[in-house]
């Protein structure tokens, strides 16, 4: 075997996807046109290569797009992973060198990193256990801390010069999370082709708009407005967009006000226990969990963390009938959960029984 030089190992070399990985991405590019329009270079390739970075990029002699893997987000470490990042990849190659906004890098990643999951959400094969969830997941329960409006004027560099700061890439993805859960999705998209950011939230109903400047740090919360909004599936919307973003008090102090005035829901009790959750208040998260299922929230998911909940706060025993009813109903990989779980409870009351 012929050993490559240290400069020869820091060139991409060719990658060879499978065939259903091909047919991935042939979808996530119709699926990336569907929402942004066709490129007037869409009949050019695409090819794959290995780098040390994921990226899309051209290639300077044949003009064609090169899609870069690193080696993290290979198909042979984790099938979800590796489609998500050329979901990813394959929003750049539809809109590089395309519209105003997306040349503000935090737009670009945010639109990159929604339109990503959003396809893979759409293929059954990649939930599950180790699948599309679990990368969701696990980018919305790191709190990055960055200077925010810092973030908001970075803006794309040549892709040899390109560094993000720490911590952006999972803020691009949960401030566009957050964007994503009060408007539209289409409405979403046209951020990337608007001339500036006020031309982009003209374009919205003032309820909307004022969720969106919130976000973005454009305007300060009216507690009295907010909670005025007719709609209350629309303001609890919000208040889990605000938890995405970390900013709990400002969520928390929205929805006791909603208590006062008696609008209240099963969503609403949830994102309580969530905020609760976030800030490691065990009790009071099981609380509103319990509340959140008394008020209807009765489908199976919502009973397993119902139980997880329960569980953590040491309520063994209330949670054992949610747990049944799991192992009864739920999904192939609910009632694996469910099962460990319960397998725990059996191990911590005989532990302490002896």
Same mark, same amino acid.
């Not at 990159?112 to 396809?119: L, P, S, V, Y």
């Not at 909670?227 to 400002?250: M, R």
């Given at each position: ?41 869409? @009949? ?21 797009? !090169? ?18 990042? !050329? ?51 696990? /980018? ?60 982009? /939230? ?40 605000? !938890? ?54 009765? @489908? ?5 963390? /119902? ?12 949670? !054992? ?29 005989? @532990?302490?029984?002896?």
């Amino acid at each position: 075997m012929t050993m490559r030089t240290k400069f020869e190992s820091l060139l991409p070399l060719p990658y060879e996807v499978n065939s259903e990985t091909q047919r991935f991405a042939e979808y996530a590019l119709q699926k990336c046109v569907e929402w942004y329009g066709a490129p007037n270079d869409l @009949d050019v390739p695409y090819e794959f290569y290995s780098y040390t970075r994921t990226s899309c990029s051209r290639n300077s002699f044949t003009k064609n797009y !090169i899609i870069s893997l690193a080696p993290e987000d290979h198909f042979e470490v984790s099938k979800a992973r590796n489609w998500l990042m !050329i979901a990813h990849e394959m929003y750049h190659r539809c809109t590089m060198n395309r519209g105003w906004l997306r040349k503000y890098l935090w737009v670009d990643e945010a639109l990159a990193w929604q339109t990503a999951f959003r396809i893979c959400y759409s293929i059954p094969s990649l939930s599950g256990e180790h699948g599309i969830d679990d990368l969701w997941e696990m /980018l919305i329960q790191q709190n990055p801390v960055v200077d925010f409006h810092k973030m908001m004027r970075l803006k794309r560099r040549p892709l040899i010069a390109r560094k993000y700061p720490p911590g952006f890439n999972v803020w691009s993805f949960q401030i566009g999370e957050a964007m994503r859960m009060v408007i539209p999705w289409k409405k979403f998209c046209t951020i990337a082709f608007q001339k500036n950011l006020g031309d982009w /939230l003209s374009l919205f109903q003032v309820h909307e708009r004022d969720y969106l400047k919130i976000l973005l740090k454009r305007k300060e919360a009216n507690m009295g407005h907010l909670v005025s909004h007719d709609n209350l599936e629309d303001i609890t919307d919000f208040c889990a967009a605000l !938890i995405v973003v970390h900013e709990y008090d400002l969520a928390l102090t929205l929805c006791q006000e909603l208590i006062k005035r008696n609008r209240v829901s099963a969503d609403l009790y949830q994102n309580i226990a969530r905020i609760f959750e976030r800030k490691n208040m065990v009790k009071q998260s099981a609380d509103y969990h319990l509340k959140a299922f008394e008020a209807g929230m009765i @489908d199976e998911t919502s009973r397993y963390i /119902l139980a997880l909940a329960l569980v953590e706060s040491g309520q063994y025993k209330e949670a !054992i009938p949610h747990l049944e009813f799991v192992l009864l109903n739920g999904s192939d990989t609910l009632q694996t959960m469910a099962a460990e779980l319960y397998h725990e409870i059996q191990t911590r009351n005989h @532990d302490q029984s002896v």
